[in-house]
């Protein structure tokens, strides 16, 4: 029985590259423990197959290199568990992370996925139950480069804070100003929350009857489309209850040109 083995053939076993194996015997991660004097050859023995398991299992949970060679130097029963128990601390963080994520991608999909299904026309729509929404003041003069700038705040404070937000951004319209027809003056900046955030300033978008359509186009056009919905809203009997909510459907992130930007707009109503 062979109990001496080469690189190459405990790169076979192993799956990993020569070069990796070197690398580790460079960094004395790894390294092997017999030299031939005569022509200077290193191999591995038979009892070191089961340590470069331990290594490799130890890096797929994630320690460096550096990480595994200090364990390695001083692994013991007490050391094994405590180095568990905070690998399995930090994956479930990971995991965490990770499920945070995949719900903001899910939502943005629902978002795309609503815009291809419902962009022609205005929605008479019901939401079922109060959303949270991060937000930040827009400065005066409370344009678009000024609601721009809020945007970028309140990104600093939702990463600062690990608010649980969406990928997507919006911004309000207070009533006032859509009453009087000033349909670019911007009162906040907002993302969407999964949950209320525990720290920082958010504002309950709540549930009921919402008037909803799409301005297509560059931002500097949707007047005319608030002109449209507001129109829509009066001659079918309803009266505007709450600011306008502006979430961002199509932007620089998932289109070149302002041309096919689209802006998804949200009004409560109530009959008159």
């Known amino acids: 029985m062979n109990t001496k083995f080469t690189v190459g053939e405990i790169a076979k076993l192993s799956g990993l590259s020569k070069q990796t194996l070197i690398y580790y015997d460079k960094e004395n991660v790894f390294k092997p423990k017999l030299v031939d004097s005569n022509n200077n050859y290193r191999y591995y023995t038979a009892d070191q197959i089961e340590v470069l398991d331990s290594i490799l299992i130890l890096k797929e949970i994630g320690l460096s290199l550096k990480e595994i060679k200090d364990f390695m130097n001083h692994r013991n029963s007490d050391n094994a568990v405590a180095l568990l128990k905070n690998q399995q601390k930090e994956i479930k963080q990971k995991i965490k992370q990770l499920s945070l994520i995949e719900n903001r991608l899910d939502y943005k999909l629902r978002t795309l996925q609503e815009f291809d299904r419902d962009s022609e026309r205005v929605q008479i729509t019901t939401l079922e139950k109060t959303e949270y929404l991060a937000i930040e003041p827009v400065t005066t003069p409370n344009g678009l480069l000024d609601v721009d700038l809020a945007i970028k705040r309140l990104l600093t404070k939702a990463n600062n804070h690990n608010y649980p937000y969406y990928y997507q951004i919006g911004d309000m319209v207070s009533k006032e100003n859509l009453l009087l027809g000033n349909y670019i003056s911007f009162e906040y900046a907002f993302?969407?929350?999964?949950?209320?955030?525990?720290?920082?300033?958010?504002?309950?978008?709540?549930?009921g009857t919402y008037a909803k359509c799409y301005h297509q186009g560059p931002y500097k056009n949707i007047t005319d489309t608030y002109q449209f919905l507001i129109e829509y809203i009066k001659k079918e009997g309803y009266q505007i209850a709450s600011p306008s909510y502006e979430y961002c459907i199509l932007d620089s992130l998932t289109t070149k040109k302002s041309e096919e930007y689209v802006t998804e707009i949200q009004i409560?109503?109530?009959?008159?």
């Open 191 to 207: 993302l969407p929350l999964q949950v209320a955030p525990e720290k920082g300033t958010y504002h309950k978008k709540v549930k």
């Open 268 to 272: 409560k109503i109530e009959k008159t």
